[in-house]
Nanobody, 125 residues
């Protein structure tokens, strides 16, 4: 069983920066693709970024490409999301997700069986 715990969300002004973290726990946490999703009030959960386990290949949604950077430290079982030039439309609950896949990642939420509880990011204008 895998548990994910996000942290780092807070209120930030537009144009500011923020880094989210997600710590995984579980006796055998290895070979997991990981991703960030977000959900704004009244909207569906949407893909933000993903990263593979072995090659650290990354992918981003169009909305955040060039502003956000996903990274991971496998030894620390920690996933990060560095967010720069934040905009009010980035306001959402941010979730990390994990799926057992050593080589690839997914952009579809249903492909990830493990989820954190979410951390709130609010960007003021």
């Amino acid at each position: 069983q895998v548990q994910l715990v996000e942290s780092g969300g807070r209120l930030v002004e537009a144009g500011g920066s923020l880094t989210l973290s997600c710590v995984a726990s579980g006796r055998t946490f290895s070979n997991y693709a990981m991703a960030w999703f977000r959900q704004a009030p009244g909207k569906e959960r949407e893909f933000v970024a993903a990263i593979t386990w072995i090659s650290y290949t990354t992918d981003y949604s169009t909305a955040v490409d060039g502003r956000f950077t996903i990274s991971r430290d496998n030894a620390k079982k920690t996933l990060y999301l560095e967010m720069n030039d934040l905009k009010p439309e980035d306001t959402a609950v941010y979730y990390c997700a994990a799926a057992h896949n050593a080589k690839n990642y997914y952009t579809d939420a249903p492909r990830y069986p493990y989820w954190g509880q979410g951390t709130q990011v609010t960007v003021s204008s």
